[in-house]
């Protein structure tokens, strides 16, 4: 039996099987792109792509959240005045923000009234505390021009000459805790995307020596009679590359509609007593052009890893055998 009709008649349930009426200008695919296999092959793959697609755009909502993080509180100082049985408050308050007016840097001050406090305080001591009995400090809120802070080691060396119980927080220890937080989601989120492709790798190069395990005599029959490596190669990554781009655009597609039903219920979440601070904490969640763009491009990095992976698989098994 020759070679070409050892290929025509070969079927392991892998290969379509010959017809009566053969198509020499349409020759039967070495893979074929239907099977049990390939279609857990294609939930696998879309799997992959989903969980990437999310873990970027994580990245990009943790990134954006320290981004504001960063902003809102470099803009923002409070200095606070503690209580003392020798001194009077309202005049500490009246001088504390009178100095601050004269502060480079500083564009507006803004004293918080005792019922601000009270508020904030509240959760932890309760609605019905008197804030006059407890040594609750009171605060002269600050806003700071980001772009020319002031010097705030000689503003707390006044503040000391001046107003002995009144110090400065700029909160540079929570903009620190804060921003270390988002660079370790941002750092997970990266993890999460590179082990997430790396399992899609390792899933294409299983599925593809499947696959050629499955056509061994064929792909042997093929090489020993003279055809090109690479038009064995081809003839796969055809086949996975059409698979790796379904795959990639249900995945794809998928992330996107959970990312815009997320953020749809976020936005009902505005009327509710901790929305503020969620919107902080999280950042104004939304899928954007950037997110989107991020996800299309996941898709076609899938497209391309599972294509690139079955060639390269292929061509070192042909290496192999010669």
Not at 168 to 193: C, E, K, P, Y
Not at 279 to 292: A, D, H, K, M, N
Request: glycine share 6%.
């Amino acid at each position: 039996m020759s070679a070409a009709e050892e290929f025509d008649e070969f079927d392991d349930g892998i290969i379509e099987p010959a017809s009566d009426h053969v198509d020499v200008d349409k020759p039967a695919p070495i893979v074929p792109s239907a099977g049990v296999a390939g279609r857990a092959l294609t939930f696998v793959v879309a799997a992959m792509c989903f969980l990437a697609c999310i873990s970027f755009a994580i990245t990009v909502t943790a990134q954006r959240a320290a981004s504001s993080w960063s902003s809102e509180v470099a803009q923002e100082a409070t200095i606070q005045i503690l209580p003392a049985d020798d001194r009077d408050m309202d005049a500490d308050i009246e001088r504390a923000q009178a100095l601050a007016a004269t502060i480079q840097g500083v564009e507006s001050v803004r004293v918080l009234p005792a019922g601000d406090v009270q508020s904030m305080l509240s959760p932890w001591l309760g609605e019905n505390f008197d804030i006059d009995v407890l040594p609750v400090p009171r605060l002269v809120a600050l806003r700071i021009n980001p772009t020319n802070p002031p010097d705030f080691s000689a503003f707390q060396a006044t503040l000391a000459e001046e107003l002995p119980t009144a110090n400065i927080d700029n909160h540079s220890f929570w903009s620190d805790r804060l921003s270390r937080g988002a660079q370790t989601i941002v750092i997970g989120a990266a993890l999460l995307f590179i082990l997430v492709n790396a399992v899609m790798i390792a899933t294409v190069v299983f599925a593809t020596r499947g696959a050629m395990s499955g056509n061994k005599e064929v792909i042997e029959v093929l090489h020993f009679v003279g055809a090109p490596h690479g038009f064995i190669a081809n003839e796969f990554q055809r086949h996975f590359l059409v698979l790796g781009l379904k795959a990639g655009v249900i995945g794809g597609a998928a992330s996107l509609v959970t990312l815009f039903v997320v953020s749809g219920l976020l936005s009902g979440w505005v009327a509710t007593q901790h929305a503020d601070t969620a919107r902080f904490l999280t950042g104004q969640f939304s899928v954007e052009l950037t997110t989107i763009i991020g996800v299309t491009l996941i898709v076609a990095l899938v497209a391309g890893l599972t294509a690139f992976t079955t060639r390269a698989t292929v061509l070192r098994y042909l290496h192999a055998i010669q």
